[in-house]
């Protein structure tokens, strides 16, 4: 069974950083392509980054370009964003996503509050 | 960026009936491999989003098959054949055919 588990969320002041993770398991992680996507409270689903299967290419939102930094350890199974320069508009739930030729399981998320 | 429009924003439904949410996205969501990169989440309140469709009508594991989807190119439906009590939640469509992948605003989904 395909299991995301993220982790790494919290309450952190405006131009703070934090590093989240996402733990894979259930299939072989090294295959696939992996995306970040946040949902904002009462808010609907943004995408906000991918990485390909080898790590060797990444794509952002242009909302956390020069802010956000996607990576995987594909020795760990594991998936990160570290997110610099956070902004009170970051605060959101942020989902992994496992892309697998079109389709897609989603971690429970994890709760990224940006506040003073 | 493609824009994605769902309709209805909202649905009271009565249990056992058929609910149906369209959506049109701003291009065609056909590629180059021939596949449309149409996909349907439900989002159960307190929960993360769950596949239900990928490339516009294949049911992903477990899915009841209740739920359908149907369309092509720009236009698309999800369709509940006879609505339950666990389908409560907000549906979003997606494109996944180019980044950034876009959202549908959401459709609630709610029992009258």
């Known amino acids: 069974e395909v299991q995301l588990v993220e982790s790494g969320g919290d309450l952190v002041q405006p131009g703070g950083s934090l590093r989240l993770s996402c733990a894979a398991s259930g299939f072989t992680f090294s295959n696939c392509y992996m995306h970040w996507v946040r949902q904002g409270p009462g808010k609907g689903l943004v995408w906000i980054a991918h990485?390909?299967?080898?790590?060797?290419?990444?794509t952002y939102a242009e909302s956390v370009k020069g802010r956000f930094t996607i990576s995987r350890d594909n020795a760990k199974n594991t998936l990160y964003l570290q997110m610099n320069s956070l902004r009170g508009e970051d605060t959101a739930v942020y989902y992994c996503?496992?892309?697998?030729?079109?389709?897609?399981?989603w971690g429970q998320g994890t709760l990224v509050t940006v506040s003073s | 960026d493609i824009v994605m429009t769902q309709t209805p924003l909202s649905s009271p439904v009565t249990l056992g009936q058929p609910a149906s949410i369209s959506c049109r996205s701003s291009q065609s969501l056909v590629y180059s491999d021939g596949n449309t990169y149409l996909s349907w989440l439900q989002q159960r309140p307190g929960q993360p989003p769950r596949l239900l469709i990928f490339?516009?009508?294949n049911r992903f594991s477990g899915v009841p098959d209740r739920f359908s989807g149907s369309g092509a190119g720009t236009d698309f439906t999800l369709k509940i054949s006879r609505v339950e009590a666990e389908d409560v939640g907000v549906y979003y469509c997606m494109q996944t055919i180019q980044f950034p992948w876009t959202f549908g605003q959401g459709t609630k989904v709610e029992i009258k």
């Open positions: 990485i390909n299967s080898r790590g060797t290419s990444t």
């Open positions: 490339k516009i009508f």
């Open positions: 996503v496992r892309d697998w030729y079109g389709e897609y399981n």
